[in-house]
């Protein structure tokens, strides 16, 4: 069975084929960082990690890019209120990030590359749609003439008839159109700016994904992802930009995530605490909000709520407790060499998997992988209950569960997942807090590596880390 996916361009799921063989360009569009995560934020973090996770299990290279968005009116305005610079804002917020993504047992991305680090592409980027006519300057601003590409508004099915109808009529006059939007922005008195051909000033938000994906993925990519609201206007207008300059597709596959909700509202920043990542990984394991996110299609509405959580906690815990008294009875006893698990074993945990692998073949099928997943721990609890089990089983029960593990995560891997540079960052970082009196930062890391099963050993040759 070839691995489908849903297709928002084409609305069906279509076979999944790479550009290249064995190899998988993904670009999920990133967090405008003026503040923390909610939990909303997290639920495409977590469905593509999974879906990334998936297409490494079945021995694909993916090289998944995710851009920092870190100047935009919000964060220059959040470093008005805290009484700092944009840059220092972005920092306090890309690395909340970093620790939130570590909390909720997602892989870091091949590559973070951030808007103020890539001016010149993003400059080039503009001045290349304008040599083609496909840009105009107006006032120091820079739009996209969309009058000029035929198939805006083919992703998200509008034609450009209709969207005048739905704009609400901002009369700008420094537009031909109502629909172009901005590639640059000039700096108003005062703000955080950059050169460039048309005066000092900043990108507009949607031409920075088409420039990052360009450079580090190429021309055309297999997938691309995010939040439905994403679909228009962000990704219209990215495809409007890549493909008038390209003239090629922009991607191949294009994949979007359902909302998130509270009751019935769509969640939003506003909503504030307590529906923070960093807040509610402080009470909930990575397993459990996994779990909770994954038990629901991505394509289908979720609700958050702290009952949801709590039956997600049970159902990880059965989960993780079946897992770790598999490994405890193979640390009792190891198989002998050469030793084979029985027939029937054998037999069964090849139904799970092939269960499990149909179902994430089927569009990710997460909640159904999961029924796989309990019928894991229904033939792991009777071997365990069974004197007679032989380590061999148990071997290969492990062997098993780590397989469809890998891919959704919800029992940890025992700090395997932090490569040992990650660690020594963290360390270095606690090391430079303590030197600085800054006792908050260096608790909050020293807490953050235990989580991560680090033990800091403080030695006379100094400071000395090892797993739990
Ligand atoms: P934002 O920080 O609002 O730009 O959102 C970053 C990512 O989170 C985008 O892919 C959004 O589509 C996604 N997102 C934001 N809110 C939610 C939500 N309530 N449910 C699911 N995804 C969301
Ligand atoms: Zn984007």
Known sequence: ???????????????????????????????????????????????????????????????????????????????????????????????????????????????????????????????????????????GDVFYRTAKFADYGKLSRQNLEELQFGIRVEVDARKENPEDFVLWKAAKPGEVFWQSPWGNGRPGWHIECSAMAKEYLGDTIDIHGGGVDLQFPHHECECAQTEALTGKPLSNYWMHNAFLNIGDEKMSKSLGNGLLVKDIRQRFKAGTIRYFMLSTHYRNPLNFGEEALISAEKSAERIALAAGNVKHRLELAAPEAGAAASGELTARLQEISSMFHSKMQDDFNTPDAITAVFDWVKLANQALADEETAPADFAALLEAFSGMNAVLRLVPEQAADQTDEEVEQLIAERTEARKTKNWARADEIRDLLNDMGIVLEDTAQGMRWRRK
């Not at 849903?6 to 069906?12: C, I």
């Not at 279509?14 to 998988?24: A, M, R, S, T």
């Open 1 to 139: 069975m070839a691995l489908q996916i849903y297709n928002t361009m084409s609305r069906s799921k279509q076979d999944f084929v790479p550009l290249e063989p064995g190899k998988v360009k993904m670009y999920v569009c990133g967090p405008t960082v003026y503040g923390y995560m909610h939990i909303g934020n997290a639920r495409p973090i977590i469905v593509f990690d999974t879906v990334r996770n998936y297409l490494e299990s079945i021995g694909y290279d993916v090289n998944y890019i995710t851009n920092f968005t870190d100047v935009d009116d919000k964060l220059i305005r959040k470093a008005e209120e805290m009484n700092t610079t944009v840059a220092e804002v972005a920092e306090i917020f890309i690395r909340a990030y970093n620790e939130d993504i570590v909390g909720l047992g997602v892989k870091p991305a091949s590559k973070n590359p951030r808007v103020t680090e890539s001016m010149d592409l993003i400059i080039n980027f503009i001045k290349a749609l304008e040599e083609k006519g496909f840009a105009y300057e107006s006032g």
